[in-house]
């Protein structure tokens, strides 16, 4: 059960490179999300889809763009990347909207292991 | 638009002692609310959440959290700390009755330093 996977786990781009982080999560959720985290800032999100199809405007959304190919992939791309990009990006999933118990169930987010980005 | 504060960037407990991290939120509809735990160099894992229902809700590892709507406060609790508990929390929150239903937000993190 491999869960929500993302890759690369490391990057190093220079200023002004593009690159694609790839998400793929296989619990069959209908809402991902991809956020960055940085240090005294928590996790600010990036993008969110509600459901296949669908993107939608998070946070802090400037300089990124997402697609959300089919049910199991929703990518984020940074088109020109800047330093001020530089962050720890984190990839999540949410199952149904059943309510489910405290410690299970639906709307439980599920992240992935986080992909590092340094933009020198 | 929804947020969600915890003002504690850091909170410093003994071994054995009781220990609270606090979270509150702002929405517009009902809050989904959640606490996290992030341990160095990995992704989040779910501590425990409040649908609905009852107002203390129990989590992993001996967590429990209460929810207070008169305070709009969702904070972390657990009656006996241990070195292990030594982690950044999260808390977020989802508006599901607010026009982003599926949006969810965290907040900036709460360092939790248990010494022996």
């Known amino acids: 059960n491999a869960g929500v996977t993302q890759t690369p786990k490391f990057q190093v781009l220079k200023t002004g490179q593009s690159m694609t982080l790839q998400c793929a999560q296989d619990?069959?959720?209908?809402?991902m999300y991809w956020y960055r985290q940085d240090p005294g800032m928590g996790l600010r999100l990036i993008y969110y889809?509600?459901?296949?199809?669908?993107?939608d405007k998070g946070e802090v959304p400037n300089g990124y763009n997402v697609s959300r190919l089919n049910k199991r992939e929703f990518s984020l791309r940074l088109e020109s990347a800047a330093p001020s990009q530089t962050s720890v990006y984190f990839c999540?999933?949410?199952?149904?909207?059943?309510?489910?118990?405290?410690?299970?169930?639906?709307?439980?987010?599920?992240f992935g292991e986080g992909s590092w980005l340094t933009v020198v | 638009a929804q947020s969600v504060a915890q003002p504690e960037d850091q909170v410093n407990v003994a071994e054995g002692n009781p220990l609270t991290v606090k979270c509150t939120y702002s929405?517009?509809?009902?809050?989904?609310l959640f606490w996290y735990v992030q341990y160095p160099n990995r992704g989040l894992q779910f501590l425990l959440k409040?649908?609905?229902?009852?107002?203390l809700v129990k989590g992993s590892y001996g967590f429990e959290a209460e929810f207070n709507k008169s305070q709009t406060s969702f904070h972390l609790k657990k009656p006996s700390a241990l070195v292990s508990d030594s982690a950044l929390y999260f808390c977020?929150?989802?508006?599901?009755?607010?026009?982003?239903?599926?949006?969810?937000?965290f907040g900036s993190g709460t360092r939790l330093s248990i010494r022996p």
């Open positions: 999540a999933s949410r199952s149904s909207s059943n309510p489910g118990h405290s410690l299970r169930g639906g709307n439980t987010i599920y």
């Open positions: 619990m069959n959720h209908n809402s």
């Open positions: 889809s509600a459901s296949e199809g669908t993107t």
């Open positions: 929405v517009s509809g009902n809050p989904y």
């Open positions: 409040y649908i609905t229902g009852d107002n």
């Open positions: 977020a929150v989802r508006d599901v009755g607010g026009s982003s239903a599926s949006k969810i937000i």
